[in-house]
Nanobody
Framework: QVQLVESGGGSVQAGGSLRLSCAASGRTGRGFGMGWFRQAPGKEREFVAAITSTGSVTWYGDSVKGRFTISRDNAKNMLWLQMDSLKPDDTALYYC???????????????WGQGTQVTVSS
């Protein structure tokens, strides 16, 4: 089992930045691909970004490409999402997830955190 705890969410004005963190614990030695997803009220969960176990490859959703950056530190069991140039449409509950490898598909992830809320005002 892997436990994931997100933090760093909050309220920010459009154009601002936030950095989300995800702390992993448990059986992390296997080397997991990790990802960020988000869900806004009344909408389906959406892929945001993913990264391979080594950090060598990353993927981004079209709506965040060029504004968000995913990174990880395996020695610290940490995952981050740097979010810049935030827009009101970025308002959502953000989840981190872990699976055998990084993927844009949420069905490929076995473990999920509880989420951290991001609210962007105009």
């Amino acid at each position: 089992q892997v436990q994931l705890v997100e933090s760093g969410g909050g309220s920010v004005q459009a154009g601002g930045s936030l950095r989300l963190s995800c702390a992993a614990s448990g059986r992390t030695g296997r080397g997991f691909g990790m990802g960020w997803f988000r869900q806004a009220p009344g909408k389906e969960r959406e892929f945001v970004a993913a990264i391979t176990s080594t950090g060598s490859v990353t993927w981004y959703g079209d709506s965040v490409k060029g504004r968000f950056t995913i990174s990880r530190d395996n020695a610290k069991n940490m995952l981050w999402l740097q979010m810049d140039s935030l827009k009101p449409d970025d308002t959502a509950l953000y989840y981190c997830a872990a699976g055998p490898r990084g993927s844009v598909r949420e069905t490929r992830y076995d473990f999920w955190g509880q989420g951290t809320q991001v609210t962007v005002s105009s």
